[in-house]
C-alpha cells in the first residue's frame, strides 16, 4: 500500500511539472496580443490563443496553490511558522497570476470593440491599450518572479533543513532563486539585464529535476518525523 507520504510526494511532483508546463506554454500564447502593435486590429484573431493561455495561466494558478496545501503538513513538522509563510506567499503568488490574467483578456475585448467603434471611441481605446499591457508586464514581468523567489527561498530552505529530498537539490533550488530574485528585483528599479532570461533556465531546470525526483523516489522517509517508527514496526 503506497504512504501518505509517498502519494503526497506524487502529487506535488505532478503539480510542479504542470505548473512548469502550463505556465510556459500559457505565456507564449499570450505575449503575441502584447508584443504586436497592431493588436486592435489583430485581436480577433488571437482570441483562441489568448483565451487557451489565459486558462493555462489560471491552471498554474491552482498549482501553486495546491503544492502549498499538500507541502504544508509535512513542513509544519520541521517548522510551522516558516510552512505558514510558505502557504501565505505562494496565495498571494496565485493572486498576482490571477490578476496578471485580466490584462490580455481586457484587450481581447478592446479589440473587439475598437473594430465597431467610430474614429472617437478608437483613438480613446487606443489609449487604453498601453496602460492594460503596462500592468501585465508589471504584474507577470517582475512582481510575480519577486513573490514566487520570496515563497521558493522558503521551500527550498524547508527543504534543506528537513532534508525530504538530497540536499543537492535544496543548494541548487536557493542557487537558482537567488539569481532569479536577483533579476527581478534589478528589474523592478529600472535595471536591465541583458540575457536576464537565462537566470531564470537553473530554476525552471530545478522545478523539472524536482518533479520528476517526486514522482520516481518520494520523500526520505528517514527524516519524516514518525516514518522511522513506522518502518520499524512494518
Excluded: H
Excluded at 23 to 28: D, E, Y
Excluded at 47 to 67: D, F, H, K, Q
Excluded at 84 to 113: D, M, N, Q, T, W
Amino acid at each position: 500500500m503506497i504512504s501518505q507520504e509517498k502519494r503526497t510526494a506524487r502529487i506535488v511532483g505532478a503539480l510542479f511539472l504542470i505548473a512548469m508546463v502550463v505556465s510556459l506554454v500559457g505565456a507564449g500564447l499570450i505575449e503575441p496580443i502584447l508584443t504586436d502593435p497592431d493588436y486592435l486590429m489583430n485581436g480577433a484573431g488571437l482570441r483562441a490563443a489568448v483565451t487557451s493561455g489565459a486558462l493555462l495561466e489560471l491552471i498554474n494558478g491552482i498549482c501553486v496553490i495546491g503544492i502549498a496545501v499538500m507541502m504544508f503538513p509535512l513542513f509544519k513538522k520541521f517548522n510551522e511558522a516558516l510552512a505558514l509563510g510558505y502557504v501565505a506567499f505562494r496565495i498571494i503568488e496565485a493572486v498576482i497570476i490571477f490578476a496578471a490574467i485580466i490584462s490580455p483578456l481586457a484587450l481581447l475585448a478592446l479589440s473587439k470593440e475598437y473594430l465597431t467603434a467610430g474614429a472617437a471611441d478608437g483613438a480613446s481605446l487606443q489609449a487604453l491599450g498601453p496602460a492594460f499591457i503596462a500592468v501585465r508586464t508589471i504584474l507577470a514581468g517582475q512582481i510575480l518572479g519577486i513573490f514566487f523567489g520570496l515563497a521558493a527561498l522558503i521551500f527550498y530552505s524547508l527543504l534543506f533543513q528537513s532534508r525530504l529530498v538530497p540536499r543537492f537539490i535544496s543548494v541548487w533550488g536557493l542557487i537558482a532563486v537567488v539569481l532569479i530574485l536577483t533579476w527581478n528585483l534589478l528589474e523592478l528599479i529600472g535595471i536591465s539585464v541583458p540575457g536576464g532570461l537565462f537566470l531564470a533556465l537553473p530554476i525552471i531546470l530545478n522545478e523539472i529535476f524536482l518533479g520528476i525526483w517526486l514522482i520516481i523516489k518520494g520523500f526520505e522517509p528517514s527524516t519524516i518525523p514518525g516514518e522511522t517508527t513506522k518502518a520499524a514496526i512494518a
